[in-house]
Every structure is written in structure tokens, then in C-alpha cells.
């Protein structure tokens, strides 16, 4: 076997402390665990609300619980964290400020990098009858390239910062969002060598054209999250190639109240999770995809009646829905050596790593038993 290391990277998502946006939106004080508490089973057998135990309603403003993540991360598996970070152009920013500690006090002394979620922000996509933006994702051309790679160059020249081959890893949400891609890349990449890198490793996730994104060289990873996707928004069809029987799925679909609006949607979407996570566990396509996978999945705290549910999951499961990844990239060498777990905490998602009340550590040791079994077949 080869002698590389792979890494588990997890997603990392930074909202639970209160910022004067949430207050206006939401409410006065409201973080992720605001819809957490308030959710309520929707059906016969769905498990809600599901709640954090080890590590309880922490608040990230506080050194001490980002401290416990790392470690309980570290303990367990976990290579590093991807922070979501919300940049919307003109330096206007939200929720910057557990990164922003993180590097000021030096600690935690855990692997992270950023990935980029550039994405206006809509009530309907946060759990609310509301389609009105509510901060909108801007481009700033070449000056706003540069401002942004100026904030994030403390962190680039962080030595916790992840690296690959010189490069600092950098995940975009949406590559295909940004109106002039190739400026941006090269900017990125010129300020980079300015100071002293050889470049950007630039990582990209949700694409629609992904044989135009992996062909480019200024992109070196794609993310495995495009099946998930269109399960996500009901664009997962039965008959994809066919346009009658296409048409005729999306009726019924309707009518039934599956609609790939979400805004339209009903009734909530659920899959058996074991079934879902196969779609997942592809071949890889191309020498630049990295698998993502997920240990759970059920937004209902965030979006009610218009949300996706993966039951069934459970750690068991996980641990085999990770295997199965590990093993594709293990047969595939040429391949960025990660895998990438969605997510640390997403908790309004039912998408968590942390200890909860049914499970506790076992979402972890099942990371913790996919990395021994890894290093000991390193070391055979």
C-alpha cells in the first residue's frame, strides 16, 4: 500500500454566537441552536429534537469550547477543519470572529483551512416563508479580489494553515458563481507567489458543468458533492435521459408534494440513509475528485416540511458509508489524498460529528476506527 497519508477534513460551520444580522433576521441572541431546541418530529418514528451532549450548547466565543473541538476532533480521526467563511464583497463579512480569535490566540493548535461560501443568503434557504435576500453574495473585480486575499493572507501565512505542496488550500462554494473566475484565479494565485507560496490550491464543490471545472488547471480538487445535491433540491430523477417520462416523474412529484422548489415543497424529502449514501460511493471519475461523505442528514430544525431526511442513519452505517470512500481512494492514487466530511457541527442540519444524547461518542469512533484500520494497513 502506499506510503502517502490521508486526511479527514470536516466542515466547520461557525454560527453559534449572536451577531447583530441573526438578531435582526431571527431575533434577539439567536445562533444554530436556536432552531436545534425548537425542532419537533414530523412524522411516525422521526427523531427530533436531537441534541449535543459532550460538548452541550457551546458558544464560540469562547476559547475553552473551541478548544474542546479540536481535541475531541484530534482524539478521534479528524486531520483538520474546513471553516465556512462568509466574505460578501466590499469586506462585509459574518461570522468571522471564531477564525479571526482562533488566530490572534494561536489556539487551538489544529489544521484548518476556509472554504469560500459565497452564496447570497435568502430567508427561504434559512428555514423561513421568505424569499427575500437578506444579504446578498457581490463580486468586486480585480480590487476586490485583492482586498479579500490581503484578509485572508494572515491566516494563508498561519502554520496551522493546511498546505499542499506550498499551496494554501482554498475550498469555493461556487466556482461557477464568480462572474470572472479566471481574474480571480489569477490574482489569487499572483498574490500567493508575492508572498512566498507557489500558488492556491484551489478546491471547488458545487458545480453544474463539472468536466469544464476539472479540466481547468488552476483548480485541483472537486468536491463529490453533486449526487447529494440534486437528492437535496429533488433533482435526483428516476429517468434523467428520457424527457417524457422525465416530465411525467416531476407531475406526480407535485402532486404528491415532492417539488424541486423548495419554496413549493410540502412534505419533506426522505431517503433510507444506507440507500442514499450508495448513490454516493461512486467510482471516481476524474484524477481530481475527493469524496465527501456525511454521518447523518435531517435540516427539519432549519426548514419544517420543505426538508431532507436521511433516517436510519446511525454510526454503524457511517462507519461503513467512510469505509467505502477510503477504500476508492486507496485504489486511487493519483487522487488528492482526502476525504472530506460534511460536517463538524451543522447542527440545524442534523449534520454533526459532535457527541449527541443518543449516540455520544459514536459518531466519532467510528472516524477513529476508519483511521486505525487505515494506518494499520499503511503499516502491513
Known sequence: MSNRKIEFLAYYLPQYHPIPENDKWWGKGFTEWTNVVKAKPLFKGHEQPKLPSNLGFYDLRLAEARAAQAKLAKENGIDGFIYYQYWFGNGKMLLERPAEEMLRDREPD???????ANETWKGIWHGVDNPEVLIEQTYNGENGYRQYFTYLLPFFKDSRYIKVDSKPMFHIYRVEDIPDFDNFSKIFNEEARKNGFKGIYIISTIVADVEKIVARDDIDGQVGLDIFHRMRYNQDLLFPKNKFFTKLERKIKKKIGHTNKIGERQKPLI??????????????PHKKYISCVFPNWDNSPRSGKKSLIFKNSNPNAWQEHLQVA????????????????KSWNEWAEGNYLEPDTRYGMQWLEAVANVKKKLEEQKNQ
Open 326 to 341: 477510503v477504500d476508492e481512494l486507496v485504489k486511487n492514487p493519483r487522487n488528492p489524498p482526502f476525504v472530506f466530511i
Open 271 to 284: 431517503f433510507d440513509y444506507k440507500k442514499g449514501v450508495s448513490k454516493l460511493n461512486v467510482e471516481f
Open 110 to 116: 489544529f489544521p484548518f483551512c476556509f472554504c469560500w
